[in-house]
């Protein structure tokens, strides 16, 4: 097996579309710079609201095929080469939206047994060996059962790994400092009659704000700004990107974060870090 870079970091989401959002321009830099960065997937997001009509008619397996193919164009333009699918592709149903029969789908990711999951999980990180896992808060940063269950089976991997023989050092969970997501939403609202979006969001809308103090690290992603973008625009059936803004399928404008943020709720580490792998000995970045 060929000798993998010093520095590995692995990022466990629900859907395509989900790592360009929160960690485009984390992954693009750490990729760029040399480190191995592994992202899984849990699910093809076969439930998710297509926004062009010319796509509508795109749903259940279809739909997830062809997000799969999403997917793997939003990575190739971040510069990331191990991608992967949690026990393959459709292992794992997409869920829905919170609250809906689609929940009880015995084969949507809501419904798998935790320690199963997470123990397909730990075999990828016996394989790669990361020091560095990312994933959602308890929360899921908004409340999606695909979410909430990519934390679960995340932390969980986690512990199995550690028993089996690997302790990933540091684990982060996706965040936005409140301050920085109000700042960025008064801007859209003076810019948002300039925009292709018929309305804007609010802070409340993006998941993951927290109060400034949880902030731990931040990646300044500013030299990946365009990769980040082109990932997003690769993700076509799920979002409309018009730098420094996008828009899902509620057409509700946000901004696009080039700077990422981040809580370190596990491993060594302080607030004002610049670097995920901080602390670690591994030639940190600033």
């Known amino acids: 097996m060929t000798e993998l870079p010093s520095r590995r970091l692995l990022l466990v989401h629900a859907h395509p579309d989900d790592e360009s959002i929160n960690n485009g321009a984390t992954m693009a830099r750490y990729a760029a710079e040399g480190a191995h960065v592994t992202l899984v997937t849990c699910t093809l997001g076969e439930r998710g609201e297509v926004i062009p009509p010319g796509l509508r008619h795109l749903t259940g397996a279809a739909l997830g095929a062809h997000r799969r193919g999403e997917l793997a164009a939003a990575v190739s333009a971040l510069g990331v080469t191990d991608a992967r699918l949690l026990g393959g592709a459709g292992r794992y149903g997409d869920s829905g939206m919170m609250g809906l029969a689609d929940n009880d789908d015995p084969g949507c990711f809501w419904q798998a047994d935790v320690d199963e999951a997470a123990g397909t999980l730990a075999d990828v990180i016996l394989e790669v060996r990361p020091q560095v896992l990312v994933t959602y ?20 991997a986690v512990d199995l790994a ?11 969970w996706n965040r936005v400092p409140r301050s920085v997501a109000e700042a960025a939403f008064a801007r859209l609202q003076d810019e948002l009659p300039a925009l292709p979006f018929d309305k804007g969001a609010t802070v409340d809308d993006v998941p993951g704000v927290v109060a400034d103090e949880r902030i731990t690290t931040t990646v300044d992603g500013g030299a990946y700004a365009a990769a980040k973008a082109a990932a997003m625009r690769a993700h076509a059936t799920q979002i409309e990107v018009a730098e420094p803004y996008f828009a899902l399928s509620n057409e509700l404008a946000q901004p696009l974060f080039t700077t990422e943020y981040y809580e370190l709720v596990q491993g060594p580490g302080e607030r004002g870090e610049t670097d995920l792998f901080a602390g670690l000995g591994l030639g940190e970045t600033s």
Do not use: F, T
């Open 137 to 156: 808060d308890d929360d899921g940063g908004y409340g999606h059962p695909d979410h909430i269950q990519a934390h679960r089976v995340a932390m969980r």
């Open 162 to 172: 550690a028993g089996r023989g690997h302790r990933v050092a540091k684990v982060y």
